[in-house]
């Protein structure tokens, strides 16, 4: 796909097609009043005619209209302008994208503004979501599915508007690699696969990348990731990938992405009805390994690290055991409630592992719980924060990006009691009783490098849709990507 931001007036723009949006109170944008002058009243007429034309996602096609160089003019319906939010407007402009095959769209960005949105925040967005129009099958087609040209029109082609395109257009693509790789199956997307992923980032200026084998792993000490790793066949891969973008002392911002390549449960089997969806259980290292390499391949002023503790929940004749007690890299020791509670354990010692680091922050990605889901629905990713400025940043970025988050709490006594052991340092898993995901964050905040800032991003219920047709979202790529270009430009 091609982009190309152009500040030529609707009625001279060159295109095979022209979208543009309409409110259904007829309301005309001062471009569009243009435009319906040029069109001898085309847009004014259409609006008054609601049996015609009216509501949110209506769309009308003109061929060859009157006073226009373009093939056809395109009318997506807005819908009420007092109702035109974010959905609305990302529903309407992909609606409009698929209403037409043809190879080069001009699309009026000025038309499109929502409440509060900018005209740069309408392009990144209008960037991402041509980008990400059609499934990545395969990566390596995601263009070629479409070769179309889009022309973003705007009053001012300025450096900000430039700096939006880039980003919105570096989401487009993390997008759509993290939902590539989140669809592979299980027997393609292995942890050594994910590894080889990992190191074709090397050829980006500043990026160092080092797979660990089973013996590394061993040698490192991490117990409680190897306990997990024992119950199948295929071995394990811990990934650590470096990008050095910043200057050289700047502290790195960490992230660590749960990659269960396939998670059945371990002994504690889970029911065959949903188990495929498993597959999935490595979207937290799609995402980790999307943002990186978008970091790299934008060359933001940031260092950073991914970590990905890579392997299969089976359960083989070496698995784990419910009762076992595992050592952890950090030093606590861990009894095994629930073999299926495999995430923290993977997840726990690869946050240990940052220590060494010293990370300004630690973001870590995974999907924990099952029960995020019942807390929060598939419309919030559950944030688990130590950190109220860290907090508030992601939000901030969550917001921006459209991709929400809703802040859940985690640590309390209360939750720290459901952990206890009379054997261990602590259980995996507690006893029924609720607050799942809040249970699983106040597993992972033991393992907390001191003193550091710490988001914990629970994506079970975010990260794909499960169902009839199960596909990953590619979510939550778009905030971390927005959260980090706010990084960097806070740093410049
Ligand atoms: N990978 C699952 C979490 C999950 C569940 C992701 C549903 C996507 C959809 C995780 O490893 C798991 O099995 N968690 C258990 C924890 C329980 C045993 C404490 C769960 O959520 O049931
Ligand atoms: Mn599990
Ligand atoms: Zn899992």
């Given at each position: 796909?091609?982009?190309?931001?152009?500040?030529?007036?609707?009625?001279?723009?060159?295109?095979?097609?022209?979208?543009?949006?309409?409110?259904?109170?007829?309301?005309?944008?001062?471009?569009?009043?243009?435009?319906?002058?040029?069109?001898?009243?085309?847009?004014?007429?259409?609006?008054?005619?609601?049996?015609?034309?009216?509501?949110?996602?209506?769309?009308?096609?003109?061929?060859?209209?009157?006073?226009?160089?373009?093939?056809?003019?395109?009318?997506?319906?807005?819908?009420?302008?007092?109702?035109?939010?974010?959905?609305?407007?990302?529903?309407?402009?992909?609606?409009?994208?698929?209403?037409?095959?043809?190879?080069?769209?001009?699309?009026?960005?000025?038309?499109?503004?929502?409440?509060?949105?900018?005209?740069?925040?309408?392009?990144?967005?209008?960037?991402?979501?041509?980008?990400?129009?059609?499934?990545?099958?395969?990566?390596?087609?995601?263009?070629?599915?479409?070769?179309?040209?889009?022309?973003?029109?705007?009053?001012?082609?300025?450096?900000?508007?430039?700096?939006?395109?880039?980003?919105?257009?570096?989401?487009?693509?993390?997008?759509?690699?993290?939902?590539?790789?989140?669809?592979?199956?299980?027997?393609?997307?292995?942890?050594?696969?994910?590894?080889?992923?990992?190191?074709?980032?090397?050829?980006?200026?500043?990026?160092?990348?080092?797979?660990?084998?089973?013996?590394?792993?061993?040698?490192?000490?991490?117990?409680?990731?190897?306990?997990?790793?024992?119950?199948?066949?295929?071995?394990?891969?811990?990934?650590?990938?470096?990008?050095?973008?910043?200057?050289?002392?700047?502290?790195?911002?960490?992230?660590?992405?749960?990659?269960?390549?396939?998670?059945?449960?371990?002994?504690?089997?889970k029911a065959k009805q949903r188990i495929a969806e498993m597959k999935y259980d490595m979207c937290g290292a799609a995402t980790v390994l999307a943002v990186f390499h978008?970091?790299?391949?934008?060359?933001?002023?940031?260092?950073?690290?991914?970590?990905?503790?890579?392997?299969?929940?089976?359960?083989?004749?070496?698995?784990?055991?419910?009762?076992?007690?595992?050592?952890?890299?950090?030093?606590?020791?861990?009894?095994?409630?629930?073999?299926?509670?495999?995430?923290?354990?993977?997840?726990?010692?690869?946050?240990?592992?940052?220590?060494?680091?010293?990370?300004?922050?630690?973001?870590?990605?995974?999907?924990?719980?099952?029960?995020?889901?019942?807390?929060?629905?598939?419309?919030?990713?559950?944030?688990?924060?130590?950190?109220?400025?860290?907090?508030?940043?992601?939000?901030?970025?969550?917001?921006?990006?459209?991709?929400?988050?809703?802040?859940?709490?985690?640590?309390?006594?209360?939750?720290?009691?459901?952990?206890?052991?009379?054997?261990?340092?602590?259980?995996?898993?507690?006893?029924?009783?609720?607050?799942?995901?809040?249970?699983?964050?106040?597993?992972?905040?033991?393992?907390?490098?001191?003193?550091?800032?710490?988001?914990?991003?629970?994506?079970?219920?975010?990260?794909?849709?499960?169902?009839?047709?199960?596909?990953?979202?590619?979510?939550?790529?778009?905030?971390?990507?927005?959260?980090?270009?706010?990084?960097?430009?806070?740093?410049?």
């Open positions: 796909m091609k982009f190309e931001i152009s500040t030529k007036p609707l009625t001279d723009i060159k295109a095979q097609s022209l979208i543009v949006g309409l409110f259904e109170d007829g309301q005309l944008t001062e471009t569009e009043v243009a435009l319906d002058m040029a069109t001898k009243g085309l847009l004014s007429e259409l609006a008054a005619d609601k049996t015609f034309f009216s509501k949110e996602n209506d769309v009308i096609r003109f061929h060859r209209p009157d006073g226009l160089n373009v093939s056809e003019l395109i009318v997506v319906g807005l819908g009420k302008i007092e109702n035109f939010d974010d959905t609305v407007f990302e529903k309407a402009f992909q609606t409009a994208l698929a209403a037409t095959p043809s190879q080069h769209v001009a699309v009026s960005v000025l038309d499109w503004l929502a409440v509060g949105r900018t005209v740069e925040w309408t392009v990144m967005h209008m960037a991402r979501l041509a980008l990400t129009q059609h499934e990545p099958i395969k990566l390596e087609k995601v263009n070629e599915n479409s070769p179309r040209k889009v022309t973003l029109l705007v009053n001012k082609n300025t450096e900000t508007v430039k700096d939006a395109f880039y980003l919105g257009e570096a989401i487009g693509h993390a997008v759509n690699e993290a939902k590539y790789l989140g669809n592979l199956p299980p027997n393609v997307c292995t942890p050594s696969y994910l590894g080889e992923v990992a190191k074709s980032y090397k050829k980006l200026k500043g990026v160092t990348v080092t797979v660990h084998d089973e013996k590394a792993i061993e040698k490192i000490g991490m117990h409680a990731f190897l306990a997990v790793a024992r119950g199948s066949e295929v071995k394990p891969r811990f990934i650590e990938l470096h990008y050095a973008g910043g200057k050289k002392n700047d502290a790195p911002i960490c992230f660590v992405g749960k990659g269960i390549t396939f998670d059945a449960g371990g002994i504690c089997l978008a970091c790299a391949s934008m060359k933001l002023p940031l260092n950073i690290i991914a970590l990905i503790p890579a392997c299969e929940n089976l359960p083989d004749g070496n698995a784990y055991r419910p009762a076992d007690v595992i050592d952890t890299l950090a030093g606590l020791t861990v009894e095994i409630a629930n073999t299926d509670a495999e995430g923290r354990l993977v997840m726990c010692d690869a946050m240990t592992y940052s220590a060494r680091f010293e990370p300004e922050a630690l973001i870590d990605v995974a999907t924990l719980t099952g029960a995020v889901g019942t807390a929060l629905g598939d419309h919030f990713t559950g944030l688990f924060v130590n950190d109220p400025m860290l907090c508030g940043t992601l939000e901030t970025a969550a917001d921006v990006a459209i991709d929400p988050v809703w802040t859940l709490p985690f640590n309390g006594a209360h939750f720290k009691s459901r952990l206890k052991s009379n054997i261990a340092d602590c259980a995996n898993t507690g006893p029924a009783g609720g607050a799942g995901a809040s249970v699983a964050a106040t597993f992972l905040a033991q393992f907390v490098p001191e003193d550091t800032s710490w988001a914990h991003l629970d994506i079970a219920a975010t990260a794909y849709v499960g169902g009839k047709l199960p596909h990953s979202t590619g979510r939550p790529v778009g905030l971390l990507l927005t959260w980090l270009h706010q990084m960097a430009h806070a740093r410049a």
